[in-house]
């Protein structure tokens, strides 16, 4: 082949270009049902990390007046590095992965109200350290599934170390 003829063979021509645009659309679509689901059933799904009508969950407006006035425990599943960059005010923190030697920060009366929180909705340590501290014979324990990025979007205060 001549140099003229590689250069026309190897341009974008228009629709090359579109074809292009189609299949990268297609596989934007097909990643964002896989992610998020046609139903709310995807990967990034809330529904998928525990029952949607639990009634060990707790929301707004409830966990907020319960905050105020002190009517419960926070305890904060995330790290103890995250915890000190910020948490709800007055909460304790028992990082999941740190369970049995961080109980010693939790009431030794097993019947107050712990409500269990970690970053945001995504997180599903909130719900797995609430059914730990159960299993540890704690009997009223919640959590609060939209978590610290929940909190800070309606605007409560932070509290950090």
Same mark, same amino acid.
């Given at each position: 082949?001549?140099?003229?003829?590689k250069?026309?063979?190897h341009q974008? &021509?228009?629709?090359?270009t579109?074809?292009e645009?189609?299949v990268?659309?297609?596989?934007?679509?097909?990643?964002?049902? =896989?992610?998020w689901?046609?139903?709310?059933?995807?990967?990034?799904s809330? &529904? *998928?990390q525990?029952?949607?009508?639990? =009634?060990?969950?707790?929301?707004?407006?409830?966990?907020?007046d319960?905050?105020?006035?002190?009517?419960?425990v926070f305890?904060?599943?995330r790290?103890?590095?995250?915890?000190?960059?910020?948490?709800?005010?007055?909460?304790?923190?028992?990082?999941?992965?740190?369970?049995?030697? =961080?109980l @010693?920060?939790?009431?030794t009366d097993? @019947?107050?109200?712990?409500? *269990?929180?970690?970053?945001?909705?995504?997180?599903?340590?909130?719900?797995?350290?609430?059914?730990?501290?159960?299993?540890?014979?704690?009997?009223?324990?919640?959590?609060?599934?939209?978590?610290?990025?929940?909190?800070?979007?309606?605007?409560?205060?932070?509290? =950090?170390?």
């Open positions: 082949m001549h140099s003229k003829e250069d026309i063979h974008k &021509t228009p629709r090359k579109f074809h645009f189609v990268v659309c297609v596989w934007i679509w097909v990643g964002a049902l =896989t992610l689901g046609a139903d709310g059933l995807g990967l990034l809330d &529904t *998928t525990y029952p949607s009508n639990s =009634t060990y969950q707790i929301d707004f407006p409830l966990v907020h319960i905050w105020k006035k002190g009517d419960a305890v904060d599943a790290s103890a590095s995250s915890f000190k960059r910020g948490h709800i005010p007055g909460s304790v923190n028992v990082p999941i992965n740190r369970v049995v030697s =961080t @010693s920060v939790l009431p097993k @019947s107050v109200l712990l409500i *269990t929180y970690c970053g945001s909705i995504e997180c599903p340590n909130a719900y797995q350290l609430m059914n730990i501290l159960l299993g540890k014979g704690y009997q009223n324990v919640k959590f609060f599934p939209r978590g610290l990025r929940g909190w800070q979007a309606l605007g409560y205060p932070l509290e =950090t170390e």
